[in-house]
């Protein structure tokens, strides 16, 4: 089964930015995915990206705001998060699966998760 590792989470100040990193330890999986769960919150879809890179798609409340984008050649899937909110504020996880989707229950792996925190 595929290792996902993510990094680049911390505590930024509303109006900042950070960028996530997912390690893929195989590149066998077709899409990819960001979710997160904030504390009594249900894990919500954030955004997805296929193989290729040229399929996209993000939550109402991010679209705008984050960018997904992938290196196949690295393995590796990418969050850009700019112009943060106290209510991105969450545990944000990494996901793999075989169909372009926007729901959890498609995407078999996952990584551990990474806390963002944003200041008001």
């Known amino acids: 089964q595929v290792q996902l590792v993510e990094s680049g989470g911390g505590l930024v100040q509303a109006g900042g930015s950070l960028r996530l990193s997912c390690a893929a330890s195989?590149?066998?999986?077709?899409?990819y995915a960001w979710f997160r769960q904030a504390p009594g919150k249900e894990r919500e879809f954030v955004a997805a990206?296929?193989?290729?890179?040229?399929?996209?798609d993000y939550a109402d409340s991010v679209k705008g705001r984050f960018t997904i984008s992938r290196d196949n050649a690295k393995n590796t899937v990418i969050l850009q998060m700019n112009s943060l909110k106290p209510d991105d504020t969450a545990v944000y996880y990494c996901?793999?699966?075989?169909?372009?989707?926007?729901?959890?229950?498609?995407?078999?792996?996952w990584g551990q998760g990474t806390q963002v925190t944003v200041s008001s």
């Open positions: 195989q590149r066998a999986h077709t899409t």
């Open positions: 996901a793999a699966g075989f169909i372009f989707s926007n729901k959890a229950d498609e995407f078999g792996s």
């Open positions: 990206i296929n193989r290729i890179g040229y399929s996209t």
